[in-house]
């Protein structure tokens, strides 16, 4: 198969309209070619084309930076000479003077799957930019990696935010030029945009259902997402950086595991099964111990969970990371009802509690600190934002 980049590298054709045009590029360190070259690199040595800027959204053009809220800052390529702006830095939004540098926008960006994957939301920003602006923008569309599997509930009116661009579910199921023409219908933007298609993706096929695994590398598109099981989980496991609970960062699995040195695992597994053991299918849950090097729980031994979905055990339609991270929540709430949970903290710049603006509502946490309330009450909500999603997306996707 061949990513949007690949194409655009490969037919000449689809490069004729880009020429005698000025080029901007918006990437990170996943944005390379089949043979691993970065797209910098790889269009700045095609003759044809005219590289005159590029942008790096959050964690930075070249993966500069670990956690949240750590910005980037603008600077100048010391290979090809070319600014570089940061799209996490002083502004989220492109300013009049970094748009005037290019005529066409390339994004080449390989998203998560995951509403709350800040690359969404500067698509959003930059589709916007371009319409006030009057610029193009070409989406070089790459896999949605956890496939087509819809789950969670919608942000609601009022919840957006830079981890969450727009009333969507937590898995979204499309790719990111699905995206981008659902952006311009939604919003009503006056834009000339163009989606590089792939080539053969099949987001049905095992095992990868959505990777291609087996036929292209997997590089990290930010610094905590190390492998496709990391992304599998977490549309669940994102939820942890609302809560006080280590999502494992300061270890080599993040995002796939959690816990806290204060947790009786065994109760905690024994009380999720009890209460919805159908939100624990597809994947296994193994009892695990691990030390954080630094973010929460930092140098304390952690007792955790860790999501399994890497072995043949693994169902791809029946496995809900987001109901199996709200499960455990709940559990935990049900055993020990004074557990500190929540974090309260400043959150990608917002102040309104982290783990309502993650899920774009208070809804989940309310459901999670309410005594009465039950799974299936949980799933009378979620499943009716899906079901409407479901309905909605159907217009918007490129592949079967």
């Known amino acids: 198969m061949l990513f949007g980049i690949d194409r655009l590298l490969a037919e000449a054709a689809l490069r004729e309209p880009l020429k005698g045009r000025r080029i901007a590029l918006l990437a990170h360190p996943a944005s390379v070619t089949h043979d691993l070259t970065h797209s910098i690199d790889a269009l700045a040595a095609v003759k044809d084309l005219q590289l005159t800027a590029a942008f790096g959204p959050q964690h930075g053009l070249r993966g500069d930076k670990q956690d949240n809220m750590m910005e980037s800052p603008d600077f100048t390529d010391p290979v090809h000479g070319i600014p570089v702006f940061s799209l996490y830095g002083e502004v989220r939004k492109p300013t009049p003077a970094m748009m005037s540098t290019f005529d066409v926008l390339l994004v080449d960006l390989q998203d998560l799957g995951c509403r709350i994957y800040t690359f969404i939301t ?82 049905a096929l095992a095992p990868g259902y959505g990777w291609p695994l087996g036929q292209r590398t997997w590089i990290n598109p930010s610094p905590n997402a190390p492998n496709l099981w990391m992304a599998r989980c977490y549309a669940g496991t994102v939820m942890l950086e609302g809560a006080t609970l280590s999502e494992g960062r300061g270890t080599t699995r993040p995002l796939e595991l959690f816990g806290a040195p204060d947790l009786d695992i065994a ?117 009716k934002d899906e079901q409407a999603w479901r309905e909605e997306r159907a217009g918007y996707l490129l592949y079967d």
């Open 267 to 383: 109760a905690l597994v024994k009380e999720m099964q009890r209460l919805a053991p159908q939100w624990l299918q597809g994947c296994k849950l193994r009892p695990c111990w691990f030390e954080p090097t630094f973010h929460k729980h930092v140098g304390k031994l952690c007792a955790g969970l860790q999501i399994h979905v890497e072995d043949a055990d693994y169902s791809h339609e029946q496995f809900k990371p987001w109901r199996l991270q709200s499960l455990a929540f709940k559990a935990l709430r049900n055993l020990r009802p004074d557990y500190p949970l929540w974090r309260d903290f400043p959150y990608e710049y917002e102040t309104r509690l982290a783990i309502d603006v993650i899920n774009g509502s208070p809804l989940l946490r309310e459901w999670v600190d309410d005594r009465s309330a039950t799974p299936a009450d949980l799933d009378s909500l979620a499943i």
């Open 122 to 203: 500067t698509l959003r920003y930059v589709l916007e930019a371009a319409a006030e602006h009057h610029k193009s923008v070409w989406i070089l569309d790459r896999p949605n990696p956890v496939g087509r599997p819809i789950e969670g509930l919608t942000l609601r009116a009022g919840w957006e935010s830079f981890v969450g661009a727009g009333p969507m579910p937590m898995r979204h199921g499309l790719t990111l030029g699905e995206l981008a023409q659902w952006f311009v219908t939604t919003l009503k933007l006056q834009v000339d945009y163009k989606v590089i298609t792939m080539r053969e993706w099949q987001p």
